[in-house]
């Protein structure tokens, strides 16, 4: 009886996690940034360069990526992030969501930060 109950948690625990690791759920601004111990960063010229240790890929932001990025290494969440930028330059609400949301995509897909997702 044993040995089936811990099957049984275990094909639980295996559906779960394949359901959240498949899951495509739109991004959204209440979700924590994690960034990739792999993933290392420094500023040169006003300019952060990226470097992922994992496949050896390197990026380049320009200046407001260069400084999304230092707003999202201060604050945990998407809105804290929105919040921050909207305190810093003239821009219209909607407008900059979407820019952030576009762009902290882009992050997750080259494997440079992760989003937390508040049901996995």
Not at 69 to 79: A, F, P, R, S, Y
Request: hydrophobic fraction near 45%; charge should be negative; aromatic fraction near 8%.
């Amino acid at each position: 009886m044993k040995y089936i109950i811990q099957l049984l948690i275990g094909l639980i625990l295996r559906i779960w996690y394949n359901s959240c690791k498949n899951r495509k759920e739109i991004m959204n601004l209440s979700q924590k940034i994690i960034f990739v111990d792999t993933v290392f960063s420094q500023e040169v010229d006003g300019e952060m360069v990226l470097l992922n240790m994992n496949n050896e890929n390197y990026f380049g932001l320009d200046e407001m990526g260069t400084a999304i990025w230092q707003v999202m290494q201060e604050n945990k969440t998407l809105q804290e992030v929105l919040e921050a930028i909207l305190e810093q330059y003239e821009v219209e609400a909607e407008v900059l969501e979407k820019d952030l949301l576009i762009f902290v995509d882009r992050l997750v897909k080259s494997g440079l930060i992760r989003i937390l997702n508040d049901k996995c």
